[in-house]
């Protein structure tokens, strides 16, 4: 076993608190956690350390701006579409249509906002619904009932 010098050091009592709390979180002593931080300040390759970290945390924030960008794109499509399809094939209401329309309107709003709401609470979102679903399509060409793929004439 290696042969310890004792130091008394004096922290600023704001310190103190932390340097404890670390210790119980990794299960070592305060000692430890000092020397460890010492050690950290003393190495001559610190900047270097801190650079690397900053790289690497840059380099996750670029990648997850990347997912957030593909996911708005996606969106975006998607809103676009429903919208699309809506407009074409909702039909005009006549005056006495129009308030039944906007009261089942308000209603069916509401479920919607209820459901939304519900399913925000569970954690599951729809585009990892919709990448499971593509994910599990097959490699084949649709085909249909009659085992007919798509692509021929």
Do not use: C
Not at 20 to 33: G, Q, Y
Not at 64 to 92: C, K, N, R, S, Y
């Amino acid at each position: 076993m290696a042969t310890r010098s004792r130091l008394n050091l004096y922290f600023d009592p704001v310190l103190i608190p932390q340097i404890e709390a670390m210790a119980l979180r990794r299960k070592v002593s305060k000692s430890a956690i000092v020397e460890a931080a010492v050690m950290s300040y003393l190495s001559g390759d610190s900047a270097d350390q801190l650079e690397a970290a900053m790289s690497r945390r840059l380099d996750k924030l670029g990648r997850q701006i990347d997912t957030l960008d593909l996911d708005l794109a996606v969106l975006g499509e998607t809103v676009a579409q429903f919208i699309h399809f809506w407009m074409t094939l909702t039909p005009p209401l006549s005056g006495a249509a129009q308030s039944a329309a906007r009261a089942k309107g308000a209603e069916r709003f509401e479920g919607f906002v209820q459901s939304l709401g519900r399913r925000l609470a569970t954690g599951d979102r729809f585009l990892k619904e919709l990448s499971r679903d593509i994910d599990s399509l097959p490699d084949d060409p649709v085909r249909d009932e009659a085992g007919n793929s798509g692509d021929q004439e």
